[in-house]
C-alpha cells in the first residue's frame, strides 16, 4: 500500500525527522491560504499522487507569490497528471502540498528496502538525487552505497557513519544525517515499512538536513497490526477494474491488448500473458483467479474482462489439482450457460481427471473452444481475435 | 528418498484440525505419508484422522519424534509456528501459509540461522517424493516416482512441470515449492545443492518467475559449480509490466532487479537449457538428459 508525500512527512515528523514546514490542500484558496500562514518568499505546490517524477508530468511547481500559488493550484487540481510512473492515463489530482521553499546546496538519495540480494532490509544510499532507484543504478551503478540490515540488532549507526562519509559529508553533517536515517530506520521497521525513499535527503544553505521528498510503500500483509496506516489508504488513487477485481479476490493488472487472459495461479497466469504474445497476440490483462477459485470468483473474473471495451477473445489457462479439475469445467460452463459471458473463449484444462473436465467443455458446444496445451489456446485465441477484428 | 523428505519422514502438523489442513492431511496419509500426529492449541489429548492431537509442539516431538512439520496456520501467527516448531527440534518445517508479513519472515530467517532447521516456503505448496510423501498441497495424482528433480516459485507451474514430466515417463524424485513470496526460507541455491548431491535425481528442472534475485543467485551458484547433471529452466513473465505486482508478492520488477530477460540470460550463461514454453518444460528436459547419454556413449 502506497500513501502520499505528505502523509510520509507527517509520519516523519512524528519521529523527530526535519522536514520543510506545509500543509496539504484541496482547493486553489486553501493552497494560498497555507502559502500566507507558512509565509517566507517563495513556495512549492507539489500534486499528491501515489506515483513519483511529478515534477516532469508538471506536478511540482515552484511559486513566487501567492498568487502564483494559486495559478498552480488551479492548474493542478482536477488535472489528469501523467509521468514516468504512472499509467498511460495518469493520475487524477485531488489535492495539492504546498511547502516552504528551501535554498539547497547539495543533495542526497537514500532508500531503505526489501532487498532481493540479501532477503533483509538494506539501506541504500547515493550522492544524487534520482527519480527512482533503478535510474540512479543505470547512471551510476558504482557509486551506489549499500548496508545490509540485521534484523536482530536493526540498522546500526556505524553503518550509517561509513556511508556519511563515502558521500563526503563532514562530521558535523554526518552526526545530523545518522539521527535522521537512524530515525527513519525506526519508522520503516516500527510500521512494517516495505520500502521508504528519501529522495532527496537536502542540505541547505545553512548547513541545516532536511527530508525534501519521501514516498512509502507499506505491507498489505502487516496491516492487521497496523491500523493508523491502514486509516491512510486513498481509494481514488486505484485503478477502478483493479480495485473491483482485488476485492473479489483477483489480482487484474489491464495492459493493452485485445486478448483477454485469465488464469488460476499466478506462475500459469504469467506463463499466459507470454505465450499470448509469443503466439503473436497482445494481451489486454494479467489475471489471476486464485489457484481454487470459487464459482463467483470464476465469474467476477470474466465480467472484469468483458468489461474490458477492447477484448475480442479470451484465453483462459486452467489447471485442476489445488482445484478439482471438474469443478473449475462445471463452473465455467454454467456461468456461459446462464449468459453472464458471451465473449469467445479458448480453455486449456489440464490435471488430475483432465479427459473428464475436456469432455464437459466439449458437451457444451461450440461457444468454448478447448485446446490441448497453453501455446496451443494462445494462438487459437489470437487467430479468432483476428477473425473478429 | 530423494531429497528432504522420503518414506522414513515422520510428519506432524500444525494447525491440524483445520479444514484445510485435514483435506490435505488426509491426502498425505491416503498416499502413504507417515503423518504421525499433529498440534492444536486447546485439542491436546484428543485424536484427529487417527492421530494423537497435542497443544505444543514440544509435547508433540516428545511422544511422536517427527523430523518434520508441516504448518497450516493464520498468517498472523504463522511465524510463532515456525518458531515454535524449530525451538522444539524440528529440522524440516514447510509453512503453507499465505500473506505472512515480510517483517515477520525477515526476523525467522534470522532466528533460524545456525539452527541447522530447514525452512520451505512460506506461500508454498510444500514438497513431494512421489510414492514416499507429501508435505502440503500438492496433489499425488500427478506425480510418479523417477529420477527427474523439481524446484519452482510457482505451485501451478510446478504442477504443470510435474504432469509434463509424468506424461513422458521420467517421474520425479522429489518436487520442492519455494514459495512465491518476497523473502522465503529454502531458494534455488539450497534445493539444487540437494538434488546435485543426490543420486537418485538424473536431471534439475528450476522454474522461476520475474522479481528478487533468487535466479540470478541460482545462476551464479551453477556458473561456478561442476554441473554433472543436466538443468533445464523455465522462467515466467517474458512480457511483464515493470513496477506491478503480478499475483505473487515476490513479482514485482523493481529497481533494476528482476526482469525474465535478464534472469533467462544468467541461466544461459551458466549452462543451464531454457525452456521456451511453459508446454515444453518436460520435452525440453527429456531432450538434454537423451544428448547427455549420447555424449556420455
Redesign the interface.
Known amino acids: 500500500m502506497r500513501i502520499h508525500e505528505y502523509q510520509a512527512k507527517s509520519i516523519l515528523r512524528t519521529y523527530g525527522v526535519p522536514t520543510p514546514r506545509g500543509g496539504v490542500a484541496f482547493t486553489p484558496d486553501e493552497a494560498v491560504s497555507v502559502a500566507e500562514r507558512l509565509g517566507g518568499s517563495f513556495w512549492v505546490v507539489k500534486a499528491q499522487i501515489h506515483a513519483g517524477d511529478r515534477a516532469r508530468g508538471g506536478g511540482v511547481i515552484t511559486a513566487h507569490s501567492p498568487d502564483e500559488v494559486r495559478k498552480a493550484a488551479e492548474t493542478m487540481i482536477g488535472m489528469r497528471l501523467v509521468t514516468p510512473q504512472t499509467q498511460a492515463e495518469g493520475n487524477t489530482v485531488l489535492r495539492v502540498y504546498v511547502e516552504e521553499g528551501v535554498a539547497i546546496s547539495r543533495e542526497l538519495y537514500f532508500a531503505l528496502l526489501i532487498d532481493p540480494l540479501t532477503s533483509g532490509a538494506s539501506l541504500i544510499a547515493a550522492p544524487e538525487r534520482g527519480i527512482t532507484l533503478e535510474e540512479i543504478a543505470t547512471r551510476a551503478p558504482g557509486r551506489i552505497l549499500r548496508a545490509a540490515i540485521d534484523p536482530a540488532v536493526g540498522l546500526m549507526p556505524f553503518q550509517v557513519r561509513r556511508i556519511c562519509y563515502s558521500l563526503g559529508l563532514d562530521t558535523r553533517q554526518m552526526r545530523k544525517a545518522v539521527d535522521i536515517i537512524n530515525a527513519v530506520y525506526k519508522c520503516y521497521d516500527e510500521l512494517d515499512a516495505l520500502t521508504i525513499e528519501i529522495n532527496p535527503l537536502v542540505m541547505t544553505d545553512r548547513g541545516e538536513l532536511m527530508v525534501l521528498d519521501a514516498r512509502m510503500r507499506f505491507d498489505d500483509n502487516a496491516l492487521f497490526r497496523q491500523k493508523g496506516i491502514a486509516a491512510l489508504r486513498d481509494r481514488s488513487e486505484d485503478n477502478p477494474a483493479e480495485r473491483q477485481a482485488a476485492d473479489a479476490g483477483l489480482t487484474y493488472i489491464r495492459l493493452s491488448g485485445n486478448i483477454g487472459c485469465l488464469a488460476n495461479g499466478a506462475g500459469l497466469a504469467m506463463s499466459t500473458v507470454d505465450c499470448v504474445r509469443a503466439a503473436g497476440g497482445e494481451p489486454a490483462n494479467f489475471l489471476d483467479i486464485g489457484r481454487a477459485p470459487s464459482r463467483e470468483r470464476m465469474a467476477e473474473a470474466l465480467r472484469l474482462i468483458e468489461a474490458d471495451p477492447h477484448v475480442d477473445c479470451v484465453c483462459a489457462i486452467l489447471q485442476g489439482g489445488l482445484a478439482r479439475t471438474e469443478t473449475v469445467a462445471e463452473n465455467l460452463t454454467s456461468i456461459i450457460r446462464e449468459r453472464l459471458f458471451s465473449l469467445p473463449i479458448v480453455v486449456r484444462l489440464a490435471g488430475e481427471n483432465a479427459a473428464a473436465g475436456e469432455n464437459i467443455l466439449h458437451d457444451y458446444g461450440p461457444a468454448i473452444h478447448v485446446a490441448a496445451t497453453i501455446d496451443e489456446a494462445a494462438s487459437k485465441a489470437v487467430s479468432i481475435a483476428r477473425e473478429r477484428a | 528418498m530423494g531429497i528432504l523428505a522420503g518414506r522414513n519422514t515422520r510428519i506432524i502438523c500444525q494447525g491440524f484440525t483445520g479444514e484445510q489442513a485435514s483435506f490435505h492431511c488426509e491426502q498425505a496419509i491416503a498416499c502413504g505419508t507417515s503423518i504421525v500426529g499433529g498440534v492444536a492449541v486447546g485439542y491436546g489429548g484428543k485424536s484427529h484422522l487417527d492421530r494423537p492431537v497435542f497443544d505444543t509442539v514440544a509435547e508433540a516431538v516428545a511422544e511422536t519424534s517427527p523430523d518434520a512439520s508441516v504448518i497450516f496456520m493464520p498468517?498472523?501467527v504463522a511465524a510463532d509456528a515456525i518458531m515454535e516448531a524449530a525451538d522444539a527440534g524440528i529440522k524440516l518445517i514447510v509453512c503453507v501459509t499465505e500473506?505472512?508479513?515480510?517483517?515477520d519472515i525477515?526476523?525467522t530467517?534470522?532466528?533460524l540461522q545456525g539452527s541447522g532447521t530447514r525452512l520451505i516456503g512460506p506461500n508454498t505448496?510444500g514438497l513431494i517424493t512421489p510414492g514416499e510423501a507429501k508435505i502440503g498441497?500438492?496433489?499425488a495424482?500427478?506425480f510418479k516416482p523417477g529420477r527427474i528433480g523439481i524446484i519452482?516459485?510457482?505451485?501451478?507451474?510446478?504442477?504443470?512441470a510435474g504432469?509434463q514430466t509424468t506424461a513422458l515417463g521420467l517421474g520425479q524424485s522429489t518436487c520442492v515449492g519455494i514459495g512465491?513470496d518476497?523473502?522465503?526460507g529454502m531458494?534455488y541455491v539450497d534445493c539444487l545443492r540437494l538434488f546435485l548431491a543426490d543420486n537418485e535425481t538424473d536431471g534439475i528442472i528450476l522454474?522461476g518467475?520475474?522479481?528478487?534475485?533468487?535466479e540470478e543467485n541460482a545462476a551464479a551458484f551453477l556458473a561456478k559449480t561442476p554441473i554433472e547433471k543436466p538443468v533445464v529452466a523455465y522462467i515466467?513473465?517474458?512480457?511483464?509490466?515493470s513496477?506491478?505486482?503480478?499475483?505473487?508478492?515476490g513479482?514485482r520488477i523493481?529497481?533494476?532487479?528482476?526482469d525474465a530477460a535478464s534472469k533467462i540470460a544468467a541461466l544461459r550463461e551458466a549452462g543451464v537449457v531454457i525452456a521456451?514454453?511453459?508446454?515444453a518444460i518436460g520435452s525440453t528436459m527429456q531432450r538434454v538428459l537423451q544428448d547427455s547419454l549420447r555424449a556420455r556413449r
Open positions: 498468517a498472523t500473506n505472512i508479513p515480510v517483517r525477515v526476523h530467517r534470522r532466528a505448496p498441497l500438492l496433489p495424482s500427478l519452482s516459485r510457482s505451485s501451478t507451474l510446478l504442477l504443470e504432469m512465491g518476497r523473502v522465503t531458494d522454474i518467475e520475474i522479481g528478487g534475485a533468487l515466467a513473465g517474458l512480457y511483464a509490466p513496477g506491478r505486482r503480478l499475483g505473487h508478492a513479482a523493481a529497481a533494476g532487479h528482476g521456451e514454453s511453459p508446454d
